[in-house]
């Protein structure tokens, strides 16, 4: 059996001060948010209490609503997981000064 390299993705060795550093950048980047409301009541990322469950539950509520109402239904299913490594960073930092992050 052969084993296909792009079935793994790499294991990342990230140090206690990177981890450090962006859990502190990550409660930063969410005050600013909360603070701006930003992000809305049905937005499942990044807000407490919310997760990938609350999103499915709401999803599938929404889905057999429109079914019982013999809606037309499509769906579109976008990975993001890698688009962070391919974003420019310059232009990410950019665009939160733009958009009023403080440092």
């Given amino acids: 059996m052969k084993v296909r390299k792009g079935n793994y993705r790499p294991v990342s060795l990230t140090s206690v001060p990177e981890?450090?550093?962006e859990q502190i950048f990550l409660e930063?980047?969410?005050k600013h948010m909360e603070d701006r409301e930003v992000i809305q009541d049905?937005?499942?990322a990044f807000d407490?209490?919310?997760f990938c469950l609350t999103s499915l539950v709401a999803f599938y509520d929404g889905v057999t609503t429109l079914?019982?109402?013999r809606r037309l239904i499509n769906v579109?299913?976008?990975d993001f997981c890698k688009v962070s490594d391919m974003a420019s960073h310059n232009i990410l930092l950019s665009k939160l000064e733009r958009?009023?992050?403080d440092w």
Avoid: P, S
């Fill in 76 to 78: 579109i299913y976008l």
């Fill in 42 to 44: 049905i937005q499942h």
């Fill in 67 to 69: 079914v019982d109402k």
């Fill in 28 to 30: 930063a980047v969410l």
């Fill in 48 to 50: 407490k209490g919310k």
């Fill in 19 to 21: 981890k450090i550093m």
């Fill in 99 to 101: 958009d009023g992050f």
